[in-house]
């Protein structure tokens, strides 16, 4: 037998079957048991580590420090594990995950160490990271040479970008520690927003010189071609998407694109979107962008110092604005007020009002904008939302968010398909325990098998014949009301929908007048 007699070891036979290369050590650290595994993996024979120490395959980067890091955590909790630069035999070198775990027996202390070979392992993560470096670089040349030709086109300064490339990244840096349920998951990299950010104005592009290099104000007609720049971007990405549908970077730039120009109101442009339609990027990219175009000097407009241009966009958070951005904009201010004093080209008159022919000069194609579509509505109510979901024509999740209570109401065919909220801890299965009798012993059986197979919980109840279906219809509807009424009645909450196809029984789907009286709909929706 190698290593170990039974007497000493009395599982040497059951370590010796184990994949993983196995050794055990007196408190002396000298090897009393190495399994065959580990010496195929180290190259030594047998009776080469036998009374030696684990220093025999150690290698020249596992130095003191690490050494005295591996006794401290053994003294400390009477255990190891991390990852070690180890040699065999013959000098070359290995990465091996070492778990180590002290056991005091009757014969004393000893130590059990666990090998396993990582190398390929590492080898790949290190590949894994060269081609994500890789991957990353061509997205960021990319962006930069797209936004850069766009750039060049227009008459703005060499430093925009860096600004609005800036101003986003910190503005969605605070959006995404403080929100980031009401950002999609493929848009919670603050970087990649501030990087896609720079693309805004991509549309700019496929604007006559005639429109986009006139040095007065445009006409009527000129701004109606100029204010389709945001669609003729979108159109841009889009099609770059068809060849590149897994570029979720792709996704982030085309809401940066095809909606920085919308108001939280309903007033901006192309697509007259209000509240929670804009996209968060969209919204973030555009206060970052109206930050730059108030402080920058134009042909048309004269450069407005920072703190003007910080009051003038907080005095419209909930019209031209989202307010959670504005917030995020007065959080970060000195944070993006350094980054304007390091890149910005000129500084801005404090004295100079930011006002014009009784309108707002925030762009060229801006300052004709009638009066009247600088509406004063602020975002959608929670229950405003709820019937924007429910017209959706496949369905999705509505988000609503008071502090740091988050309420979700899942939506599917115009119908409530599910509601709950954080700080409501009782399930619908403590309802059916309590209301309709059934035993715990039934949920683990539904739970597991619906695991398995993918069955619906609630028709896996119905097969089953634990519960009668319109008993269960009529539980859920109350179930689902409570915590439909209560996500409705959150106090300041912001509101999000994001549509998406999902599946439910439709039989299992409630109508909102089922869950809500009527007169509160009417009543928080005007």
């Known amino acids: 037998m190698s290593g170990l007699e039974p007497g000493p070891m009395p599982c040497a036979r059951i370590l010796e079957a184990l994949p993983d290369a ?34 025999l395959a150690r290698s020249a980067e596992t130095g003191p420090e690490t050494v005295r890091d591996i006794w401290d955590s053994l003294g400390a909790i009477g255990q190891f594990h991390g990852q070690l630069t180890n040699r065999h035999a013959d000098g070359s070198s290995f990465r091996a995950e070492v778990r180590i775990a002290r ?60 600004r609005i490339e800036s101003y986003a990244t910190a503005l969605a840096r605070w959006v995404a520690d403080k929100h980031a349920v009401l950002l999609p998951k493929w848009a919670r990299d603050p970087e990649l927003i501030g990087r896609c950010a720079v693309l805004h104005d991509i549309g700019k592009v496929g604007i006559p010189d005639a429109v986009l290099l006139k040095p007065g104000k445009l006409d009527p007609e000129e701004q109606r071609i100029m204010r389709e720049h945001p669609r003729l971007g979108a159109e841009i990405i889009d ?21 920085h120009h919308e108001a939280y109101d309903g007033s901006g442009y192309p697509y007259g979107l209000a509240g929670q339609q804009i996209p968060l990027v969209a919204q973030i990219v555009a206060v970052a962008d109206v930050l730059d175009a108030l402080t920058s ?47 910005g080209d000129s500084v801005g008159s404090e004295s100079a009002p930011i006002a014009g022919s009784g309108m707002d000069p925030i762009r060229r194609e801006d300052r004709a904008k009638p009066p009247e579509a600088r509406s004063s509505r602020s975002g959608p109510s929670p229950t405003a939302a709820l019937l924007e979901a429910v017209s959706s024509a496949t369905g999705g999740e509505l988000i609503v968010r008071s502090g740091e209570v988050v309420g979700r109401v899942y939506v599917c065919c115009g119908r409530v398909a599910w509601a709950y909220l954080s700080s409501e801890r009782m399930a619908l299965q403590d309802r059916l325990r309590e209301e309709a009798g059934l035993g715990a012993g039934v949920f683990e059986a539904v739970v597991a098998d619906c695991k398995a197979s993918g069955a619906n919980f609630c028709e896996e ?43 439910y029984s439709s039989d299992l789907t409630f109508a909102v007048g089922e869950l809500i009286a009527p007169a509160q709909q009417g009543a928080e929706h005007g």
Not at 35 to 42: I, L, S, V
Not at 318 to 336: H, M, N, S, W, Y
Not at 473 to 491: F, T
């Open 461 to 503: 109840l119905v097969r089953r014949g634990h519960i009668e279906r319109d008993r269960l219809r009529e539980l859920m509807r109350k179930h689902i009301g409570e915590r439909l009424r209560s996500v409705l009645a959150l106090p300041n909450a912001m509101a999000l929908f994001a549509p998406q196809a999902r599946g």
């Open 239 to 259: 099609r770059v998407l068809e060849m590149q549908p897994d570029a979720e970077f792709l996704r982030v730039a085309r809401d940066a694109v095809a909606y």
């Open 22 to 55: 196995v050794v055990v050590t007196d408190a002396a650290s000298r090897i009393l048991f190495a399994n065959r595994a580990y010496c195929e993996m180290t190259g030594y024979a047998l009776d080469q580590v036998l009374g030696k120490t684990p220093a």
């Open 297 to 343: 000097k134009r042909p048309y407009k004269p450069a407005h110092g920072f703190d003007a241009a910080v009051k003038w966009i907080v005095e419209r958070s909930g019209t031209k604005f989202q307010p959670l951005v504005v917030d995020a904009l007065q959080a970060c201010r000195e944070q993006i007020e350094a980054a304007y004093h390091r890149l």
């Open 103 to 162: 056991f005091d027996g009757e014969q004393g202390v000893n130590f059990v160490c666990r090998l396993r070979d990582v190398s390929a392992e590492v080898e790949l993560e290190r590949r894994y990271a060269q081609a994500a470096a890789a991957a990353a670089q061509a997205r960021d040349t990319t962006i930069l040479a797209l936004a850069g030709l766009a750039e060049k086109r227009d008459d703005t300064t060499g430093a925009h970008l860096e």
